[in-house]
């Protein structure tokens, strides 16, 4: 077993966190002749299938001591490891991305403030502690807004958008035992993401940025590729700019509002992410791969993408997978996961040789997986 060779000669990389990003971590990280234990506190975690399962909480130091003991250098999958956790995992060995990485991106408030100190364009947005803050807020920000819980949101959990007075009433109920953060609502024209890695002699490589549409909050499709050369370059000196500072190692991922032709940060992901799933069918070194590497003091690998790529997200139910894969050109990615309503179980790139060859095969997909997507497909125009 993989694991087995790979602890007999010392190469066994640790991962907080066994969800798919740590699954495919492990499927890119095998071939290079490394092994995997991962730390969740999930019984069938998904990432057990590439490596040893510890079942445990994320809080329990103790566990992550003793996985970071068997180990030679760990990582995560997940932004939310506790600090503590953390900590106990240093004793023993190594940790990338670096611990700080983690600090400055769990808490949005203090991910904004990072930026502004570092000069870069982020939307308004105020501090909100308490009800006067909030109505500070909004006489500064004016509607629409959005509020926001500091720690702990994703995919659209832990926010509201405040139209009027009614909205702020039902979204103080709901989130103000809380900390939390106003941001003005940004009519954006676009959002996108940038991927990108620092390996461990400072070598940074970058993706091309990738155009996103959500559904009700969470990732719905993927395309790289088409923006202008002008905005690739801001957007990698813009991670470039926080990698240096945060002393990085490891894939990052910033998510960006494009609005009149500039990009501001939305949010930034210490990880791999959900939006660079393409790069494992379309470029020529995933993020999985590349994280790996860069974890590992390896060279990195080239991130040039290869043709034309689009990634379907499959959330709450797998399209019928036969039928998916008689198009040419689709690459299937099942994790493993029992299906559940809004949960991530799987993913299928396509890619294809034309921008015409990758959107006719792109309908196609989006007339068998049903839904939503043969409308979402169009805002990617
Ligand atoms: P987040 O969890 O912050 O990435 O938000 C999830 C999604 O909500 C984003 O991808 C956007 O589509 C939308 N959203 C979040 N914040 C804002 C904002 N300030 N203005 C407009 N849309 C937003």
Known sequence: MAGDYAAATGRTIGVLGGGQLGRMMGLAGIPLGFGFRFLD????????????????AFDDAGAARALAGQVDVMTFDFENVPDS?????EEHCPLYPPPGALGACQDR?????????????????????GRA?????????GYPAVLKTRRFGYDGKGQAVLRDGEDLERAW??????PLILEAFIPFEAECSLIGVRGHDGETRFWPLTRNVHDDGILALSRPGGFDAGLQAAAELTMHRLMDHLDYRGVMTIEFFLREGRLLVNEVAPRVHNSGHWTIDGATCSQFENHVRAVAGLPLGATDMHGHALMFNWIGE???RAAALAVDG??????????????KIGHATVTAASREQLMARAERIARIAGGRFADLIQRLD
């Open 41 to 56: 506190p999930g019984l069938h975690a998904c990432a057990g299938a590439t490596g040893q399962l510890m079942q445990a």
């Open 85 to 89: 956790t953390a900590r106990a995992v």
């Open 109 to 129: 408030l203090v991910e904004k403030s990072l930026m502004d100190e570092l000069g870069i364009a982020v939307g308004g947005y105020h501090a909100v502690s």
């Open 133 to 141: 803050d909030l109505l500070e807020g909004i006489a500064r920000l």
């Open 173 to 178: 109920q709901r989130l103000g035992d809380e």
């Open 318 to 320: 797998m399209p019928d």
């Open 330 to 343: 689709v690459h299937w990615h099942d994790y493993g996961k029992a299906p559940r309503p809004g949960r």
